[in-house]
């Protein structure tokens, strides 16, 4: 029990990290404005499908449930 305890604590912590670390995150951290933004964005959310999808995949999702977690990773990894 105390096993389950300290992994479900390590997931939400980890969560919370994933979360800060966004392409809008990062994005305002590098204080970019205008196309450089725009631009940064692009790649960064370009980035993040190719992951998202790559994860999708190595999950062996399919149909619903690959697009489900694709949205939802992709909305984590954007931050939008």
Known sequence: MKTLAIALALLSLSAAVASADTC???ADAKKL????RT??????QKDATTACEAQATEKKLQG?????FTKKCLKDAVGQ
């Open 39 to 44: 631009s940064f964005l692009t790649k960064c």
């Open 24 to 26: 809008v995150a990062n």
């Open 33 to 36: 404005v205008g196309a450089a």
């Open 64 to 68: 619903v449930a690959q697009a489900s």
